[in-house]
């Protein structure tokens, strides 16, 4: 096991009606906030206005920026900022899911700074003070709500990059089950191979004696492939939504972290799709972890045959373990069918045109991935097996 520091502030308050204590827990880091939130979703569900009531009621000032899109985008950020700077904003509250959590990180960080926010994305500069962030979540999905990192698209050139520090991480997240009730099923079925997906990143390290995240990671598994069939079926069942939503925090918050070291290739190959095609992030996973799994597998038999066995109780034949690792695989892919979403990127009508660029867009700044580096053309190689 590596040495770890687990430091993870984010307060979070789950549970029934709990969105109404948002100015309480606001109003601690100021009296001027931006409120961001997607595209309209929130104010279909009445979200919205409890929301604003509850910041008014402590004599909250509220300056808005609504429109969010999935696949949040830089020059929403940078308008954003600009609005933090003029305002004199203390404090930036996200109303909505991944995408909205990333763009306020974003815009947190922009506010501190005065080059441009797509400066920390290249890697030009580094992070050094953000406003402080608060998230009532409406989709279990990304993690965001209690992540370090951040997801922007850059639409000139089509990139998506990541960056993350320590002070992104919100200050809060609230967690309603409820709120998620109006999910659509697509939406509900791409939040569970999101989080299942920061769960396999974790679970396939080259670290070994990390039996408890092993363990954990398995247990978060299973209750979100337990769960998920029902929330799909009965969109209004609280306990199974409250499991789906717990599970996607846990997911990504770095407790299953601990010790080891991820690998994270499959997300930055999934990145390039999303940058290109915008798709959502969760079907991208659908497609391109099992690529990459077939890819990858044989550097650690004994790993997806442990995964194969635990997760999906496929019995493990000792004769043939690389059998059983293949039979895990299987089971993740026709799982992630089974909920609707796409295994190959043919049924999100992507052809090979570019696979190339994808591929060398994805490893200019050196290979992917820590189980297996992946190169420019592992890369390509599992782009041709996700077709
Ligand atoms: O915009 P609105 O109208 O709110 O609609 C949203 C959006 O269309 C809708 N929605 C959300 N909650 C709803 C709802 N519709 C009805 N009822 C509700 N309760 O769902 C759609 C998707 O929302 P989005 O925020 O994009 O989803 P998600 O949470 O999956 O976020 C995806 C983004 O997160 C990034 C992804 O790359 C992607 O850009 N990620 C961020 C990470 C992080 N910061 O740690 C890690 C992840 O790996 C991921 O990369
Ligand atoms: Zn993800």
Redesign the pocket.
Known sequence: MQNFVFDNKTKIIFGKDQEQVVGEESVVYGKKLLLH??????K??G?YDSVLNSLKEQGIEVIELGG?????RVTLVREGVELCKKHDIDFILSV???????SA?AIAAGAKYEGDVWDFFTGEAVVEDCLPTGVVL??P????ES?????V?NENGDY?R?FGHITLRPQFAILNPE??????AY?TA??VT?MM??ILERYFTNEKNVELTDRLCEATLRTIINNAHTVLEDPTNYAARAEIMWSGTIA?NDLLNTGRIGDWGS?DIE?EL?GIYDI???AGLAIIFPAWMKYVYKHDIHLFAQFANRVWGVEIDLNNPEKTALAGIKKTEEFFSSIGMPVTLREENIDDDHFEEMARKATERGPLGNFIKLYEEDVYNIYQLAK
């Not at 939130?37 to 929130?42: C, T």
């Not at 709120?179 to 659509?184: A, K, R």
């Open positions: 939130y997607g595209g309209g979703s929130i279909e569900s979200l969010v899109k999935p696949n949040p909505g899911g991944g995408s909205v959590i990333d990180k409406t989709i999905a990304a993690g965001s992540s370090a990192g951040t997801v698209t998506k990541a709120l998620t009730y109006t999910l659509p939406q791409a939040g999101d997906a920061h990504h997300h990145h999303s959502t992030h969760g």
